[in-house]
């Protein structure tokens, strides 16, 4: 058992509203940093090799966390093959797995606060963010997949000829989750709890930078009454066990989140035992705002789409397509609104702008900021390192560039941190194909007031999720996911279900 320190600020109270409790100024929890979960069992990598886990915030290491590497991914899908072939897993009945979905739900929101706290010293999420949303919205996502549980069913098929014909959807085998560091625990529910439901075993890869809340989560699938076997966490390297569970021939299927880049190598070297994949990869989101919009809650929906979670968010409205003629009064309320977002201790249940996740992340979003001023955009707030408190941590200032042409560097590329390109447009047309010109396609957004432009523009937007005078609502029953270079395959919803099931054909010769 290793105990997370505690920074000297932490608050003596979790972010309102309620459901909160306390978090006391030293925290120990039962996280097994040290460990991997295979089998049941916590054990140490088989090489006994570990890595620093490190708060962005202060700099400090957190824990040692096991690097787990091939022989433990051969380890781990074993247990994970083990318990998908072999009862209680195989014959269990699909209201008992509801039963069991729920309760790591009922689970999640009884330890919210110390799983929230993880989060936060984690990835330097706010804690109001990580207390108020994401950790309720893992709990939903179990909750949500209880019900589907027992719902899930084939078809009769009216076939030629005297035969009987129908279908059965199968769970697809070991699902190897490999996640994101930006949502660690809400990206890893929104994969596991789909795939238990559908009867698959688990094993769950978070990121090397915020693997605490998957390991706590482990504790707590146990705690649940889950067999041994069918969840299982991985934590090391993505080259290391990451790219052999991609390549393991005992793994069934890949749901990946991260980067483009990484989901065309996972694509290339999954080709290799030609398995499953559903990949939710990067975004360049179009936030559009049409001349005839409600301009105060425009500019609010503009700033809470791009700084949300530092702007560390695949689907952020990271270009602000403004119409002419309102440019300057929304420039004016977005620019005002992000002076006032100033970066803190993210452990402040007041702090609406945490530190950006690492020091490569820090450098990287630096050195878009950079691109952006020589490309001739204008700076109109941020584009420097924030400093809080003694100093440390990854701090930035929310950014705002005006006059961003669409070619520009900062306009074509991820950025993933907290800066809003604005660009401006006449008509709608040119909206609308302005919005489109990117290799990316996960999410856009429309404000106006007109209902009809409001759904013409939905349909001409090439994006898995248009939002209507709103930005980043998402819900266990909303299919997400990407057109384009964002991705395929949906999390969420039904659609969901697709992903860790598969169709079989039973036919009967009935003469
Ligand atoms: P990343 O691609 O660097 O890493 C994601 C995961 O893949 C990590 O667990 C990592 O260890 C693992 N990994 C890295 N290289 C690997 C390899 N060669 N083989 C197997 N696994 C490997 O992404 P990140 O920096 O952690 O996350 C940020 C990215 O994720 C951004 O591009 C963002 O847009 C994207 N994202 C997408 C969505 C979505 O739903 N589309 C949601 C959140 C984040």
């Known amino acids: 058992m290793a105990s997370v320190p505690a920074p000297s600020s932490a608050p003596s109270s979790a972010a309102s509203p309620a459901p909160s409790a306390n978090v006391p100024t030293t925290m120990t929890f039962p996280v097994k940093a040290g460990r991997l979960l295979i089998g049941g069992r916590w054990v140490d990598a088989l090489a006994g090799k570990t890595f620093a886990d490190v708060n962005p915030a202060t700099e400090e290491i957190v824990a040692q966390i096991a690097a787990g590497e091939a022989e433990d991914t051969d380890a781990a899908v074993a247990a994970a093959r083990k318990a ?14 509801a039963k069991l ?3 790591i739900g009922d689970l999640v929101m009884k330890h919210a606060d110390e799983l929230a706290y993880l989060e936060t010293i984690d990835c330097g999420k706010p804690i109001a963010e990580s207390r108020n949303i994401d950790i309720p919205m893992v709990a939903e996502i179990f909750y949500y997949y209880a019900g589907w549980a027992t719902k899930i069913s084939g078809d009769t098929i009216p076939v030629r000829g005297n ?15 490999i996640t994101p560091w930006n949502f660690p625990l809400l990206l890893a529910a929104w994969k596991i709890a789909p795939a238990l439901c559908a ?23 146990q705690e649940a ?14 080259r290391g066990c990451g790219m052999a569970l991609v390549r393991h021939p005992g793994v069934d299927k890949i749901a990946f989140t991260g980067e483009t880049s990484t989901g065309q190598m996972i694509m290339r070297e999954a080709a290799g035992t030609v ?3 559903s990949l939710e990869l ?9 001349a005839d919009a409600d301009v105060d809650a425009a500019a609010r929906g503009a700033v809470s789409g791009i700084f949300y979670n530092k702007g560390e968010v695949c689907a952020a409205g990271s270009r602000l397509f403004v119409a002419a003629s309102v440019h300057d009064a929304v420039v004016e309320q977005v620019v005002a609104r992000a002076k006032k977002m100033v970066p803190g201790d993210p452990l402040d249940p007041k702090t609406r702008m945490g530190p950006v996740a690492g020091k490569d992340q820090f450098e990287k979003v630096l050195g878009y900021c950079q691109a952006g001023k020589a490309e001739g955009a204008a700076l109109k707030t941020g584009g420097e390192r924030a400093v809080v408190g003694a100093g440390k941590g990854w701090f930035i200032h929310p950014t705002v560039f005006d006059g961003v042409k669409n070619d520009m560097k900062i306009a074509r590329e991820e950025i993933f941190g907290p800066v809003l390109s604005v660009l401006t447009f006449t008509d709608e047309e040119e909206a609308v194909r302005q919005a489109n010109d990117t290799c990316y396609g996960l999410a856009a957004a429309v404000w106006t007031k007109d209902v009809k432009k409001a759904h013409r523009v939905a349909r001409r937007l090439k994006a898995g999720t248009v939002w209507v005078n709103t930005y980043n609502y998402y819900d266990p029953a909303m299919p997400f996911g990407g057109y384009k270079q964002s991705g395929f395959g949906r999390e969420l919803g039904e659609h969901a279900l697709d992903q860790y099931t598969q169709v079989k054909s039973v036919c009967v010769d009935l003469s």
Request: glycine letters at 12%.
């Open 84 to 97: 998908f072939e072999e009862k209680p897993w195989a014959t269990m009945a699909a209201a008992d797995r």
């Open 101 to 103: 979905l729920w309760k």
């Open 225 to 238: 009454g889950v067999p041994d076997g069918v969840f299982n966490v991985l934590t090391g390297s993505g």
């Open 282 to 290: 990067g975004g360049k989101s179009p936030n559009i705002i049409l």
């Open 163 to 177: 035969f009987f014909a129908y279908t059965l959807r199968e769970p697809v085998g070991v699902v190897a989750a």
């Open 199 to 221: 009867g698959n075993t688990v094993i769950l890869k978070p990121s090397s930078n915020t693997p605490l809340t998957a390991l706590r989560f482990g504790e707590l699938v």
């Open 275 to 277: 398995k499953k994949l």
